[in-house]
């Protein structure tokens, strides 16, 4: 079993950066692939970004492609989320999640973090 923690929220001005972190204990998450998914107020979880067990691949939603950047460093247990240009529609929880399968279906994570809230002021 994995522990997640998310960090790196909070307040940013459009067209800023932050970078999320997740941190990872209890199991080695070079074990999992690993994701990012969101959720605004009054809808749904959505996919942002996955990453492959060694890093080697990555996926990103429509939404985010060529603003975000997934990666990981499998020596510190850590997984993040580079966000660039932020829009104040990217303001919502975000949550990392560890599972077996890379994969924009939430269903196919097994272990979540708590969530880290983003707000992108216009």
């Known amino acids: 079993q994995v522990q997640l923690v998310e960090s790196g929220g909070g307040l940013v001005q459009a067209g800023r950066s932050l970078r999320l972190s997740c941190a990872a204990s209890g199991r080695t998450v070079s074990s999992y692939a690993m994701g990012w998914f969101r959720q605004a107020p009054g809808k749904e979880r959505e996919f942002v970004a996955a990453i492959t067990r060694s890093g080697g691949r990555t996926m990103y939603a429509d939404s985010v492609k060529g603003r975000f950047t997934i990666s990981r460093d499998n020596a510190k247990d850590t997984v993040y989320l580079q966000m660039n240009s932020l829009k104040p529609e990217d303001t919502a929880v975000y949550y990392c999640?560890?599972?077996?399968?890379?994969?924009?279906?939430?269903?196919?994570?097994?272990?979540w973090g708590q969530g880290t809230q983003v707000t992108v002021s216009s």
């Open positions: 999640a560890a599972g077996i399968k890379t994969s924009s279906r939430s269903y196919e994570y097994d272990y």
